[in-house]
């Protein structure tokens, strides 16, 4: 078990101290390193790269909240200065006087300096199969430079997801239906390959169908974050995640997916005391409809029920109060253009309550970014499939990262991979 | 009596209020329906279900509000409080086709498989001879993915209509159930039936998987006098990237009326167009040469027009010549176009190496052309003299002409008579702006090497250019090699081997590029050309399979050489042989 707690911080102090400790080459000269993350930086995505490796080489590093839009400082080593050269992410070096002075900076502001303690480990639930639809934070990941693992149904089913930190789930439909397009795309060859492996996966683990099968891998995931584990999800995930977790007895899967038709009163029958987010809902019952519930609010492919993009807004959070929020919305843009997803939004009325908005669309009914705890650990939920792609459809080509490497997006995902090596600080009472 | 009367005048009454839009009444009804539609879009489904019902009470067979209420109650779950206005509804008009076909949709959604099938019969009971009810239900049925349902009904209502007045649907039927053969015969059928459909069954078959191919074109051309099929075939081919076999295809089965046939080959030659091959231009071109033949007047011409230009997208220069004398020669071509497809035609003969046949053309047609033509063609001509080695007859094509085009092909001149210093001088005159981008791009590329070759004359250099652009890449490359050896380390030998490494490395000669470019590092490590050089290098040890190498070369020059304008370059190279953007 690699995982740490962190979430009950709630520290006013900034990290000098640790950072003190560590011996520095030189006494007359810069003796650190300070990636800002304003507009400054020429590079934001490749940013957390540089960082996540500095960890992983056993390096410290802090989070300056809210200064510069989120920067990094680092004792100055030669290594993280040359793979910031490398990766074309602008770094400065900073004396011990200018370090005093930022710190002053922040001491003085709704900022705050969190130390950066150990690279977490870091999985991916993804199918073995290659999908016609990319993946946002696989693409984040591997553009950055972030090593990662891929985990599926019989790594979740044999509870192997206590050795990783953070897990992170894009696309999958946990309701066993293919996302829905079981109907639309029949005969694919790409669809023809994703059901049969399902249908293995579901005989070789001794479930009856592949809907069983995700229930039983959502039940794993919710009992991942109960005991301490970071989650985020995005897309279908989130939603369907959800469905399952609250569909325990109960059949919410069309016919082709496990035999029986949906159940007509499913959505009375729901557990909504099962899940992490939502509470309320109801499902779609056409088989047809690319959709699941009402609890997306745009509604992609729901013909007459979809709504246009607009552009969300983050939130401010207290730095020195609230820091798990404040960490996962540091960006140097506060709005950001929305892009669809099977599920791009999350409906207001059908979170429950303690759930914390980190972004929603003024005006709208639908929220974007939200987050949470259950049990030990936290979890995330992003709406939409791709932040530089408003539109992805089946079958486009991935989105190159290196043609957005300031996207302000990409970077609510990395952000959401360096929460958990955060260190842990005491309560302050 | 008096009781009958007023149901009579009652029953008048409602389908007066239905179908009259005018009076008061009316209005005060668009303006409900306008605020229910406009409480829907806001999200407030309750709300507007209200409003419809409302609507409906006074009104049953307002088709607006039954279809309101359709899209607003499954949002609240109560999709099936709509069934008892939908049978108001029907009491009044019980032929009402979109009423009867809510009817099915709404059981179907609900799950009401017995109610569903009765609601069927009795509109296939009120109108016996239509294949609607059939055709409604059997959708309703594939909406709750009971596609063996749906196909039941289908068959059922084929056997009883009889005819192919169902095929398209069981055609549809097929396609999603992936039955890509079912399909194409129901297609097939359809479209004897009535021909109009044979855009819409190309338009579904050609999303059969490349699995099905084969046995959807053999279906299809089993029977050599069913045109219509053949048709078919034809567009289906064109449309999977085998455009040569679709137009054998199309022209054996093409209508021998012209009114008939000249839809099908336009229809073709688009579809071609989307085939982005030279088979694909090359049948574009014959569709358009055959249309040409069927069309008369500008029609004509400008079929041709397009047939010369698909030809010459398909390197096919004998197609290009052949439309390009039907052109000047055309009936109704005026004296412009037909210049117009002279001066094409000489550019073609130029490209195509015949020098002197191009050169006599101009001769003959240059006072008939516009002076611009003129200019142009001379430059092309001048340049196929380049290409031919020809650099004295070359310069006597551009006569006395000084216009900055002309200067800068007078450039060309120079530099590959290795006067670089009169070179360089010609480049300059003629600016950055004069000829394509294309052209200027690669006028800036040589005037860079040339500027970094210290000796004002280098008539190695010059002859292993020219020889690179007469297509001798080989030679060319050993020319430069013994170029670079003649000049001094800094004083432009980098620049010339790193030229030549490129060179290399674009005939494929891997190995070799690697030691020149290694030579052109070695030779001024300092210079402009150094990180250059490393990048190229970079790319050549990916290729021979090198990649630490390659990885390890691309650290150096952004590490190096941070100010390089290659370091982009190699960031992003560097990042693709990791993995972390896809690759191109």
């Known amino acids: 078990m690699r995982r740490r707690r962190f979430v009950e911080i709630m520290g006013g102090a900034v990290a000098g101290a640790a950072l003190g400790t560590r011996p520095l080459s030189g006494s007359g000269g810069a003796t650190w390193l300070f990636i800002p993350m304003d507009e400054s930086q020429t590079n934001h995505l490749k940013a957390y790269g540089v960082t996540y490796r500095a960890l992983q080489r056993g390096g410290m590093a802090e989070w300056l909240l809210n200064y510069r839009s989120g920067s990094f400082l680092f004792p100055l080593d030669a290594e993280t200065q040359r793979d910031a050269a490398l990766q074309g992410v602008t770094a400065l070096q900073l004396t011990d006087a200018g370090v005093v002075d930022l710190r002053g900076t922040i001491a003085a502001n709704n900022m705050d300096a969190v130390p950066l303690e150990k690279a977490p480990e870091v999985a991916v639930y993804v199918p073995p199969n290659i999908a016609p639809w990319d993946d946002a934070v696989r693409m984040a990941l591997e553009y950055a430079g972030i090593e990662y693992e891929r985990v599926w149904d019989a790594e979740v089913v044999a509870g192997q997801l206590d050795d990783y930190d953070w897990l992170h789930l894009h696309h999958e439909d946990f309701t066993g239906q293919y996302s829905k397009f079981y109907l639309t795309y029949s005969g694919t060859p790409w669809l023809t390959e994703m059901v049969q492996r399902n249908q293995r996966m579901a005989r070789t683990l001794g479930f009856a169908s592949v809907p069983d099968l995700k229930k039983a891998v959502a039940r794993g995931i919710r009992a991942y974050v109960d005991q301490g584990g970071f989650l985020f999800a995005m897309c279908t995930a989130t939603e369907t995640l959800e469905i399952a977790l609250a569909a325990e007895g109960v059949d919410v899967a069309a016919r082709y997916a496990d035999g029986t038709p949906m159940d007509p009163d499913a959505s009375r029958k729901l557990r909504w005391d099962h899940t992490l987010a939502f509470e309320g809902v109801r499902l779609e019952q056409s088989p047809m409809t690319a959709t699941f519930s009402d609890i997306d609010g745009h509604q992609v492919n729901n013909g007459p029920k979809r709504q246009p993009l607009g552009a969300f807004k983050l939130f401010n959070f207290a730095a020195k109060i609230d820091p798990v929020p404040t960490m996962l919305v540091q960006s140097h843009r506060s709005i950001i253009s929305d892009y669809y997803g099977l599920t791009t939004s999350f409906m207001r009325d059908r979170l429950k309550p303690g759930v914390t908005v980190l972004a929603d669309e003024e005006g709208a009914p639908w929220v974007k970014y939200i987050h949470g705890e259950y049990g030990s650990g936290t979890w995330t939920f992003f709406g939409g499939h791709d932040p530089e792609d408003p539109q992805h459809k089946i079958g486009d080509p991935p989105t190159d990262l290196s043609l957005h490497p300031n996207s302000p997006g990409y970077r609510l995902i990395l952000n959401n991979v360096l929460f958990p090596a955060a260190k842990k600080r005491e309560l302050k009472t | ?584």
């Open chain 2, 1 to 584: 009596m008096r009781s009958e009367t007023a149901a009579r005048l009652g029953a008048v009454l409602v389908a007066a209020l239905v179908l009259w839009p005018g009076g008061l009444a009316a209005q005060e009804r668009t303006t409900e329906l306008r605020e229910a539609f406009e409480l829907e879009r806001r999200g407030r489904y309750e709300v507007a279900a209200r409003r419809y019902e409302a609507i409906l009470d006074r009104n049953p067979a307002n088709l607006s509000a039954l279809l309101g209420l359709e899209r607003v109650l499954p949002p609240i779950g109560q999709l099936d409080s709509i069934l008892p206005y939908i049978d108001s509804a029907l009491a009044l008009q019980p032929e009402h086709g979109s009423v009867r076909s809510l009817q099915l949709r709404v059981l179907a959604s609900v799950d009401r498989p017995e109610r569903l099938e009765e609601a069927a019969r009795d509109w296939i009971a009120a109108t016996p001879l239509s294949v609607e009810p059939y055709r409604e239900w059997a959708v309703a049925l594939e909406k709750i993915g009971d596609l063996a349902g749906a196909r039941r009904v289908l068959d059922e209502g084929a056997q009883r209509i009889g005819g192919a007045s169902l095929s398209q649907d069981m055609a549809q039927m097929a396609a999603l159930d992936g039955d890509w053969v079912a399909a194409a015969v129901h297609w097939q059928q359809a479209v004897r039936e009535n021909p109009a459909l044979l855009t819409a069954s190309v338009t579904s078959l050609v999303r059969a998987p490349e699995s099905s191919h084969e046995s959807v074109v053999g279906l299809l051309t089993d029977d050599r006098n069913d045109p219509l099929s053949g048709r078919m075939a034809a567009d289906l081919l064109v449309s999977w990237a085998e455009p040569a076999e679709g137009w054998r295809l199309l022209e054996r089965s093409l209508p021998e009326n012209a009114q008939e046939a000249a839809p099908l080959l336009r229809r073709f030659a688009d579809r071609a167009s989307l085939v982005r091959t030279p088979e694909g231009a090359r049948a574009r071109g014959r569709a358009l040469e055959r249309l040409a033949r069927l069309s008369v007047g500008s029609a004509a011409q400008r079929a041709r027009i397009d047939a010369a230009s698909a030809y010459a997208d398909a390197g096919d220069r004998d197609g290009v010549e052949r439309m390009l004398e039907q052109i000047a020669a055309g009936e109704g071509a005026g004296r412009g176009s037909r210049a117009a497809a002279v001066a094409a035609l000489i550019a073609v003969t130029a490209e195509a190496g015949r020098v002197e046949e191009a050169e006599a053309r101009l001769r003959e047609w240059g006072d008939r052309l516009t002076v611009d033509d003129a200019a142009s063609l001379r430059r092309q001509v001048a340049w196929g003299w380049i290409r031919e080695g020809e650099l004295d007859r070359a310069e006597g094509v551009l006569g006395d002409d000084s216009t900055v085009t002309v200067l800068a092909v007078r450039g060309w001149i120079a530099l590959f008579r290795g006067d670089l210093r009169g070179s360089t001088q010609y480049f300059r005159s003629a600016g950055p702006r004069s000829g394509s981008r294309e052209e200027v791009t690669r006028r800036t590329g040589v005037l860079a090497l040339v500027q970094s070759v210290a000796p004002d004359s280098a008539p190695e250099l010059g002859q292993a250019l020219l020889l690179l652009e007469r297509g001798d890449s080989t030679a060319a490359l050993a020319a430069l090699d013994g170029a670079a050896a003649d000049l001094p380390p800094q004083g432009g030998r980098a620049s010339v081997l790193t030229y030549a490494g490129r060179l290399a490395f674009s005939l494929g000669e891997y190995e070799r590029a690697a030691t020149v470019l290694l030579a052109a590092i070695a030779a001024d490590p300092q210079s402009a050309s150094a990180p250059t050089a490393g990048y190229h290098l970079a790319r050549t040890y990916e290729k021979l399979g090198r990649t630490e190498q390659a990885l390890n070369r691309l650290e150096a020059l952004i590490l190096e050489y941070p100010e390089s304008a290659v370091v982009p370059l190699a960031r992003r190279m560097l990042e693709r042989l990791r993995g972390a953007v896809p690759g191109r």
